[in-house]
């Protein structure tokens, strides 16, 4: 038996393609093995997207310019928040922009409710939508989604009602919604009342939890319904405020009548509850974990609608917290997927995202979610990583194939490495200190097909198992 030097037919085949590393995506591709669900068609006669974006730049047109004013403006002031400067600052944008100062602050509270600026201190600095909003129409119909979400935010409630009564309309909307999408057209104001007074009682009986063996509460303590065809009013001008329908103006027999727009978004949001609701696991109802390896088989634009549907079922402080929680765990692919749905949560994530920089497990990660919060394209981000940090990136992607995925992807996942060539690799992975590196060394010897790189990378887990050099 000849002996050779194993170095040798290393070197033949030890160059690795440079290629910019996608670590989520090569996990996710370890679990997917299912096809895309079919994109679902909207109802008949629903204008095509390109159609829906143009209408969306017009209700938010004040909205763009003033955001595109604020952006490159500096200063506390420019904010056009109230308080100390705002009247200034109003008054300058009023003169820029040639309108008046209340549709200066109403346009600046669209613009942050659709997401086209972000405050960070006393910063503004446009959102990723405003720098998209010419050409991607993607991007314009999410930012008005976004506003629309917020109608209750965008119309002030009337004076003097009680929060729990506003609570109730708002939660009892969507059912009005539904009702003015069936009829596909207009609906008499009268009708809708019947059914949000139903909505809201329903509402009430879904909440007691009274015993019947004790006295039931005394009625002043139950809002009654009187209120309810005033909150009505105020939702439904809130819904056209934001271009979701429109109101006619005569009276007695007023009617609303969903918009394109409208009309399209509570499509979108059924869509949205269908999905969830067909998950296997019944996603929307689970913890961050089991909804996390729920969507692990899915590819990204129906894991995306999965996340959404999840997060609108929590507050998002406590979905952040949750979320990051499971990115702690051991599980790498979880911790990836963890990271997409925070994507999906967008600016009320930043702070908890950057404190986690810190934190040697999710600084990738970390760095990574801000530096495309902060407008860099996804190819690019790549770059805000050290060496080191994309090298324990490499380790903690290759744990997720090794522990969810098949050996011919855990080979092919050698031709992300930033280094060139394996025993480079080798050697910084050696040196990174990632929890798992035994563990990816002994699979990845075991499934590549080189019998001398194999054994380098058997060689190589085996010191780091020791604390050999």
Partial sequence: MTSRKPD????????LRLVRP???ATARRAVTTRRTRPAPRPPEGTPPRAELARQARQVLADAVRIARWAAVEHGAETTLRPGAGADTARERASAALGLTPGQIGAGWDRARLA????LHGDAVRPGWRLHAWDRDDSAVLRGWVALFDAWSLVHPAPEGVAPGAVAEVV????????????????VLVPALLDLLVQRVEELREERCEVPAAEPSPEPADVPGTDGLPALL??????????GALTLDPGAPERHATLTPLGNWAVWVKLEQICVAAQSPAGNIEQSAEDMLRGCARLTPGPARDEYRAWLAARTLSSAVTELLAVARGEDALLRGLAFEALRVVGAPAEAEVRATV?????????????AEYDGADPDDAQEVLSREEATWLWVDTAAAVADHGESALLVRHLDSAV????PALLDEVRAVGHPRTVQVLVALAAAHPDPALAKAVRRAAFQVHTGGA
């Fill in 419 to 422: 280094q060139g060539t394996v």
């Fill in 358 to 370: 810190a934190e040697p497990s999710l600084r990738p990660y970390a760095l990574l979610w801000l």
């Fill in 171 to 186: 939660e009892a909307v969507p059912q009005v919604l539904s009702l003015l999408q069936l009829s596909q057209g207009p």
């Fill in 115 to 118: 997401g086209l600026v972000e």
């Fill in 8 to 15: 040798e037919p290393l070197a033949r085949n030890s160059r």
């Fill in 233 to 242: 009013d105020w939702a439904l001008e809130g819904l056209a405020a934001v």
């Fill in 22 to 24: 996608r670590a989520l």
